[in-house]
């Protein structure tokens, strides 16, 4: 009986030690496995912290007012088709849910809601509701009524001013972006357009006979061109060509008599989007035999949008100038 009792008591000091243990075990795995869970969610609730680091974010538009986007938006209405271009260009396509009457590129904004132009859609644009709103320098000045029923709708306005030059265009193009958490597609666009104008600029450099080039942005009577202070103009300069209107200040008016004391090299017009055959038109002007454009043939018509338009296709404006007006060199 006592080696059996002894024998028993072996047996049941084995059992509580082999339960503790197993218990021990389970504390150490469940602990573990809780650390580890506790990891994960931090590491997870990181990520998305880090993805919206961005925002909220305060930005001052181009009429000086402060404006602080809480949430990086979702959903965005344009009003003018330079800034509709821009939007695209950083991928920002899926969000548009209104657009100009005049946006008409990409090919994708046929399909977007068309919200009005100078006169905007107030009802479509607040039945809209979208998180934020680039509207004009003219919207600003004219439409202040309707901009403020939009902030109040809770609606971000974010005014975006006339633009003249590329390093205007580079502003905003990072304004945008910065208002809709692309601005590092919108440093990739802006070192794009830099880097190809140095490019042209650069090559530019071989060009050893400076060429006079007149512009027309509309046709006779009323012919208008483009002076010092416009994109044409920087372009110009930008392929070692002359303004033959270089000494006038922005869009200005001038008469087939003066343009033909001129006397340029080439000439390029920018309405062949609504009058046929814009070269045939100019050539045949009564008087204009002996400018040796003319003469010469060096007549052409290029895409107003790319010359005049301040958004990222400016830069394909100035490659095809270039092309047109020192085929020798760019082609």
């Known amino acids: 009986m006592k080696h059996i009792k002894q024998k028993w008591g072996i047996i049941g ?54 404006i602080t986007i809480e949430t990086e938006p979702e959903t965005i209405v344009s009003m003018q088709p330079s800034n509709t271009e821009i939007a695209y260009a950083l991928g920002l396509g899926d969000r ?41 320098d003219y919207h600003h000045q ?10 109040e709708a809770g609606i971000s306005v974010i005014v975006i ?12 193009i990072e304004l945008i972006g910065k208002a809709t958490g692309t601005s590092g597609e919108a440093d990739k666009l802006v070192a794009d357009m830099k880097e190809r104008l140095l490019a042209v600029q650069e090559k530019a450099k071989q060009v050893t006979e400076e060429k006079k080039v007149w512009v027309e942005v509309s046709p006779a009577p009323d012919i208008f061109t483009t002076g010092q202070g416009t994109f044409m103009h920087e372009m110009l300069e930008s392929i070692q060509a002359e303004n033959a209107a270089g000494n ?25 989007y609504y009058v046929d055959n814009p070269k045939e038109g100019v050539m045949t002007r009564s008087g204009w035999e002996e400018v ?29 100038l270039a092309k047109l007006i020192y085929p020798e ?3």
């Open 13 to 66: 000091l084995v059992f509580i030690l082999f339960i503790g243990i197993v218990t021990g075990c389970g504390s150490t795995s469940e602990q573990t496995n809780g650390n580890l869970n506790d990891s994960v969610v931090e590491n997870t609730s990181g990520e998305e912290q880090s993805q919206n680091s961005a925002f909220p974010i305060t930005i001052t538009d181009d009429s000086g007012q402060e």
């Open 96 to 136: 548009m849910i209104g657009v100009s009457d005049y946006c008409n590129y990409p090919a994708q904004t046929a399909d977007v809601e068309k919200v009005g132009g100078q006169d905007m859609n107030a009802e479509m644009i607040l039945t809209l509701m979208p998180d934020v709103i680039f509207v004009t």
């Open 142 to 151: 004219n439409h202040e009524a309707l901009l403020k029923q939009y902030r």
């Open 161 to 172: 001013g006339s633009e003249s030059s590329f390093a205007d265009v580079y502003e905003t």
């Open 248 to 272: 006038q200040e922005g869009w200005v008016k001038l008469t087939e008599e003066e343009i033909v004391q001129l006397n340029p090299d080439v000439i390029i017009t920018t309405y062949g």
């Open 292 to 320: 040796p454009a003319i003469k010469n043939g060096n007549v052409h018509d290029v895409d107003s949008d790319t010359v005049t338009r301040p958004g990222p296709r400016l830069i394909e404006g100035v490659e095809h």
């Open 329 to 331: 060199i760019f082609e």
